[in-house]
């Protein structure tokens, strides 16, 4: 027996050279191998799982990073074929030929657009629901990003697969005439697409509110921005929907389907201010027929300057309003800034005066048919001349005043303008090249509230009072900022009016958010050369006044249930007279502002605290108001 062997056999260790796995029938009756082996096996043993388990995480995470950017890419080329239809939608009839020509080509590239974001939403949908993404979107800290990108690739998806495709089908069922002369709406296209578009309504909600419970302010900015877009746009979308899905209800029997209607349309001058707007001056009765409009009759307001309306609107509207005697003087029957009041005046006075009913009334401004020419194309008064997009404003709110001085004269060129205007949208709406366009810019006009719409018909008018042109002050409990001016010198110098307001929430105050409002009204009115008529005054102010000195009831409707502690005018005490319209407080000033003068009034509040944003209440003038409304929130502690 060799050395070694006899070594083994005493039980001493042989060299390590030699080492190799023996037989040990004392201790395990097994093969036994030698320790250092033993020891290298039971590290690989530990090593090989980290070393799967981290490959596995740099796959995953490469995986991730790849099909992000492909993500990223599908979803930027869906926001460009979302540009492309809402580019073709809104196509002016006065747009070069490169526009989408004949209904059946434009209804082709909508059809076209909706397909391409449809199939990059998808794409990109599928890139982000792979196995590597659920866990990682369920990491805690680090996994917001993930959810949010996961979350927005859905959205999208669901946007373009459950929102979109009716809207677009309402584009083609719109710009196809259905009848044989192509001279009124198919108003039974509108009732076949109305489920679809109630569906899109609820859909565009659901996938509003989704984005807004996915995770923000994490820790990729890149993300956060993404999301912050894809809310943007549909902050667009989700009213568009729900507008739409309203207009099928309603246009139907609002345009004739169930028998003949009529319309008072009233044209307001916002060169003197009303509540709703602007003095109600020239007004057309338009008659609606199985899809096919008609106006009857164009009048102006003296016309009904002696018209009384028959309606009783409460005794907070009479303590309102009740000296100026709206419903006895057609030229202050719209000073509340609730636009069916003004409506129900202007319904019950047309019918003492004519013996004739009327279901609904419209009204609108210089403004709102600015951006309704801009579709339809410029019309042509008798004399050749062009109204057009860009002159509208100006002709009818001042050049008008130096171009016609004789009083009769300027009656009759508005209704000049009126007829010509009425006329060239009639047509453009009966143009199915045109009328996409029309209804974008209709739709337009109507959110921003120089549109506002009313109707005599119950059912009809809770939809409308829903909408923001139905006009409605608003209730509930939400914050509420509303400045409205009514012109008290009969001037026509509110077409250079500026207003500002700031609604600034401050500290609690047992139980109560102090809120600071200031409000900045500034004259913009040249010193001379105006026409007489612009700068006459009706109300024989007790103090010298120059041309071009103006004069504001200035009107503050504050949240429900708010008090007002003090308020200053231009840095001194004033005192308002208190008031109360719709369950909303009501403070009013009388102020002088003369030519080239800015005032500030600062009124400070104690009101409810809430977290919801205040409602910023515009008044449409001829310049907009720029207003700020400053977060608030709830009283703690």
């Known amino acids: 027996m060799s050395e070694t062997r006899r070594g083994a056999s005493r039980g001493q260790e042989p060299p390590l050279g030699a080492e190799r796995a023996r037989w040990n029938p004392r201790r395990y009756k097994e093969w036994v191998l030698p320790p250092v082996v033993v020891r290298r096996l039971r590290d690989r043993r530990v090593r090989m799982p980290l070393y799967a388990a981290a490959g596995l995480v740099l796959a995953g995470a490469a995986w991730i990073a790849v099909t992000g950017v492909l993500a990223r890419n599908e979803l930027l080329a869906a926001q460009r074929s979302l540009q492309t239809l809402r580019q073709h939608l809104a196509q002016p009839a006065t747009a070069p030929a490169t526009a989408a020509g004949p209904p059946a080509a434009r209804a082709a590239t909508v059809r076209d657009a909706v397909r391409n974001a449809t199939g990059h939403a998808a794409r990109a949908h599928r890139l982000t629901t792979g196995p590597a993404w659920f866990p990682a979107a369920h990491l805690p800290v680090l996994g917001g990003p993930f959810r949010t990108v996961r979350g927005l690739a859905e959205a999208s998806d669901r946007l373009t697969h459950d929102v979109l495709p009716p809207l677009a089908r309402t584009v083609a069922e719109l710009d196809s005439t259905g009848a044989d002369d192509g001279r009124h709406l198919d108003l039974s296209a509108l009732r076949r697409v109305a489920p679809l578009l109630e569906q899109a309504s609820r859909s565009a909600s659901r996938v509003r509110a989704d984005v807004d419970g996915l995770p923000h302010g994490t820790w990729l900015p890149a993300t956060d921005r993404a999301r912050t877009e894809l809310a943007r746009q549909l902050d667009r979308i989700t009213p568009l929907a729900h507008d739409a899905a309203a207009a099928a209800r309603l246009m139907p029997s609002m345009l004739g389907a169930d028998g003949p209607r009529r319309y008072l349309a009233v044209f307001e001058n916002t060169a ?164 996409t366009a029309l209804f974008s810019a209709l739709h337009r006009q109507l959110g921003e509230g120089r549109i506002k719409v009313w109707s005599g018909h119950a059912a009809e008018q809770r939809e409308l009072l829903a909408r923001s042109f139905g006009g409605a002050l608003p209730g509930g409990s939400a914050p509420l900022a509303g400045l409205v001016v009514n012109n008290a010198a009969g001037t026509k110098l509110d077409y250079y009016l500026d207003r500002r307001l700031t609604w600034a929430p401050g500290r609690c105050v047992d139980g109560r958010r102090e809120v600071t409002v200031t409000v900045r009204l500034a004259n913009r009115a040249p010193l001379s050369g105006l026409p007489p008529y612009v700068v006459q005054r009706v109300d024989d102010p007790p103090y010298d006044t120059r041309p071009g000195d103006n004069r504001l009831l200035v009107s503050y409707y504050a949240s429900a249930g708010a008090t007002l502690a003090g308020a200053t005018l231009d840095g001194r005490s004033a005192q308002l007279s208190h008031g109360a319209e719709r369950g909303h407080p009501v403070f009013t000033l009388d102020v002088e502002l003369p030519a080239g003068a800015a005032r500030t009034l600062v009124l400070r509040l104690l009101e409810r605290p809430s977290d919801q944003p205040a409602f910023v209440l515009r008044q449409p003038l001829v310049h907009p108001l720029r207003a700020r409304a400053l977060p608030g929130g709830p009283c703690t502690g």
């Open 272 to 435: 003197e201010a009303r509540g709703t707007g602007g003095l109600p001056g020239a007004f057309a009765v338009l008659r609606a027929e199985r899809g096919r409009l008609s106006f009857e009759h164009f009048g102006n307001d003296t016309e009904l300057s002696e018209a009384a309306a028959d309606v009783d609107l409460g005794a907070e509207f009479n303590g309102l309003y009740g000296p100026a005697a709206p419903t006895r003087t057609w030229v202050n029957s719209n000073m509340s800034p609730h636009f069916p009041y003004a409506a129900r005046i202007w319904a019950a006075a047309w019918q003492r005066h004519s013996g004739q009913r009327v279901d609904g009334a419209f009204g609108l401004d210089p403004g709102a048919v600015a951006g309704l020419l801009a579709a339809s194309g410029p019309a042509r008064l008798p004399d050749g001349r062009a109204v057009t997009a860009h002159n509208v404003v100006d002709l009818s709110e001042r050049a008008s005043y130096a171009l016609h001085p004789d009083f009769r004269r300027r009656k009759a060129y508005f209704l000049d303008v009126a007829r010509a205007v009425a006329t060239r949208l009639l047509g453009a709406s009966a143009d199915p090249t045109n009328r």
